[in-house]
């Protein structure tokens, strides 16, 4: 048996052992061939097919299907992918893309199973995943570790040693505070695991929460986010006083304030009944863009740019979506 053919046949076997996911298995590849003719766009749209979409995917059209979920031999679009005829192959001769012959199969396959569509991963809800068998179960201390220890064991390999009370606080140190501990606490904590055990660790990971270290650390996600800067940028980027903001920002994850509220401060603080002067200075937030102070400028344009880019910031922070190319096409 040829070599290409033995692997074809080992790839296709495992894939037959789970059900596909259409983001994991079809969207790369009827998005690498497809959705240029057959996609959102409707300038480059042929046929008035739309493939991105699985209503319009799967619609009748003139008593056929491109897709016809659980019929694969009713498929047009599976009957394109395997015709040899110039005039009806999928993708086209010209477009110089091919379609292999595995990945025939898998979409053969997903159509079988009811040609299921998904979101884009990043809005899908996520899902906690049960926690996998493993051999040493007693290894496994917390349910994460079962999914290490499931890796490993299916490598051959196993788990390296258990790290020394030195390196373990020195791993969370860096993890929580951002700075690594002294020679003094390794002493203080190397002397502590000998005499209470497991309760050492527990109590060192609390000193270092408890730290206000801890709060300068997890700050600084969220300050980049936010575009946090001590100076205006531009050409003569000179300097701002936006220290105060920072350390509001500090303070809240010290104190453990609720992210709505966090949230609410910062953008209309202002805005709250009675607000506080923490909550007005939470919405500095929004002062965090770009300045020109520059002679010469025309403040209405530079005004347009500033709720352009606070829009952008704000979208970015807390959509997890740039909202930039809506500017210009919305």
Same mark, same amino acid.
């Given at each position: 048996?040829?070599?290409?053919?033995?692997?074809?046949?080992?790839?296709?076997?495992?894939?037959?052992?789970?059900?596909?996911?259409?983001?994991?298995?079809?969207?790369?590849?009827?998005?690498?061939?497809?959705?240029?003719?057959?996609?959102?766009?409707?300038?480059?749209?042929?046929?008035?097919?739309?493939?991105?979409?699985?209503?319009?995917?799967?619609?009748?059209?003139?008593?056929?299907?491109?897709?016809?979920?659980?019929?694969?031999?009713?498929?047009?679009?599976?009957?394109?992918?395997?015709?040899?005829?110039?005039? %009806?192959?999928?993708?086209?001769?010209?477009?110089?893309?091919?379609?292999?012959?595995?990945?025939?199969?898998?979409?053969?396959?997903?159509?079988?199973?009811?040609?299921?569509?998904?979101?884009?991963?990043?809005?899908?809800?996520?899902?906690?995943?049960?926690?996998?068998?493993?051999?040493?179960?007693?290894?496994?201390?917390?349910?994460?570790?079962?999914?290490?220890?499931?890796?490993?064991?299916?490598?051959?390999?196993?788990?390296?040693?258990?790290?020394?009370?030195?390196?373990?606080?020195?791993?969370?140190?860096?993890?929580?505070?951002?700075?690594?501990?002294?020679?003094?606490?390794?002493?203080?904590?190397?002397?502590?695991?000998?005499?209470?055990?497991?309760?050492?660790?527990?109590?060192?990971?609390?000193?270092?929460?408890?730290?206000?270290?801890?709060?300068?650390?997890?700050?600084?996600?969220?300050?980049?986010?936010?575009?946090?800067?001590?100076?205006?940028?531009?050409?003569?980027?000179?300097?701002?006083?936006?220290?105060?903001?920072?350390?509001?920002?500090?303070?809240?994850?010290?104190?453990?304030?609720?992210?709505?509220?966090?949230?609410?401060?910062?953008?209309?603080?202002?805005?709250?009944?009675?607000?506080?002067?923490?909550?007005?200075?939470?919405?500095?937030?929004?002062?965090?863009?770009?300045?020109?102070?520059?002679?010469?400028?025309?403040?209405? %344009?530079?005004?347009?740019?500033?709720?352009?880019?606070?829009?952008?910031?704000?979208?970015?922070?807390?959509?997890?979506?740039?909202?930039?190319?809506?500017?210009?096409?919305?």
């Amino acid at each position: 048996m040829p070599r290409s053919l033995a692997l074809l046949l080992v790839s296709l076997s495992a894939f037959a052992a789970e059900d596909l996911r259409f983001n994991r298995d079809i969207r790369p590849i009827l998005s690498e061939n497809c959705f240029y003719c057959h996609g959102q766009d409707p300038k480059h749209r042929e046929a008035k097919l739309r493939l991105d979409v699985r209503s319009e995917a799967v619609a009748e059209r003139d008593g056929t299907f491109a897709i016809a979920p659980g019929h694969p031999e009713k498929s047009e679009l599976l009957k394109r992918l395997l015709s040899h005829d110039p005039d %009806e192959q999928m993708p086209p001769p010209d477009s110089h893309r091919k379609v292999s012959p595995a990945q025939i199969e898998i979409i053969r396959r997903w159509i079988a199973q009811g040609a299921p569509y998904e979101q884009h991963w990043s809005f899908l809800p996520p899902e906690r995943a049960p926690a996998p068998k493993v051999g040493d179960a007693n290894w496994a201390r917390q349910p994460f570790d079962r999914f290490v220890l499931a890796k490993l064991e299916g490598e051959k390999l196993r788990p390296s040693p258990e790290a020394r009370p030195a390196t373990w606080l020195r791993r969370a140190a860096f993890d929580l505070t951002g700075l690594p501990p002294t020679p003094t606490d390794i002493a203080a904590f190397e002397t502590d695991v000998a005499r209470r055990g497991e309760q050492a660790y527990a109590l060192a990971a609390d000193r270092l929460l408890a730290s206000p270290r801890f709060g300068e650390r997890l700050a600084q996600d969220w300050l980049d986010v936010s575009r946090y800067a001590d100076t205006h940028g531009f050409n003569n980027d000179s300097a701002r006083s936006m220290w105060r903001w920072r350390d509001y920002v500090i303070e809240a994850f010290n104190a453990n304030l609720p992210f709505d509220r966090f949230v609410t401060e910062q953008l209309a603080g202002d805005l709250l009944p009675s607000p506080t002067p923490d909550q007005r200075l939470a919405t500095a937030f929004n002062r965090n863009h770009v300045i020109n102070s520059e002679g010469g400028i025309i403040d209405e %344009e530079y005004r347009v740019e500033y709720v352009a880019d606070r829009v952008r910031t704000t979208s970015t922070a807390l959509l997890g979506l740039t909202m930039e190319c809506a500017r210009c096409h919305d």
